[in-house]
């Protein structure tokens, strides 16, 4: 199936709502939006970090700041 959209020609406001009913859809079917096998791969590292006691963790406060900081 084949579309196609005058991305040129939308307005932000229309390029955002599109994407909000695209992004509604996918959260309707999870399932359906298959994870690419460096997820499984980053999430197991992740896992065994904390198992063994090495993980760091930022509150949202901070990295929110950080994140911050670098786009100045």
Same mark, same amino acid.
């Given at each position: 199936? &084949?579309?196609?959209?005058?991305?040129?020609?939308?307005?932000?406001? &229309?390029?955002?709502?599109?994407?909000?009913?695209?992004?509604? &859809?996918?959260?309707?079917? *999870?399932?359906?939006? *298959? @994870? *690419? *096998?460096?997820?499984? &791969?980053?999430?197991?590292?992740?896992?065994?970090?904390?198992?063994?006691?090495?993980?760091?963790? @930022?509150?949202?406060?901070?990295?929110?700041? #950080?994140? #911050?900081? @670098?786009?100045?």
């Amino acid at each position: 199936m &084949d579309f196609v959209f005058q991305l040129d020609k939308m307005t932000t406001e &229309d390029k955002l709502a599109a994407m909000e009913l695209l992004w509604d &859809d996918f959260c309707r079917n *999870p399932e359906s939006v *298959p @994870s *690419p *096998p460096w997820h499984a &791969d980053v999430l197991s590292g992740r896992e065994k970090k904390v198992l063994e006691g090495k993980a760091k963790f @930022s509150d949202l406060a901070a990295v929110k700041a #950080r994140i #911050r900081k @670098s786009l100045e």
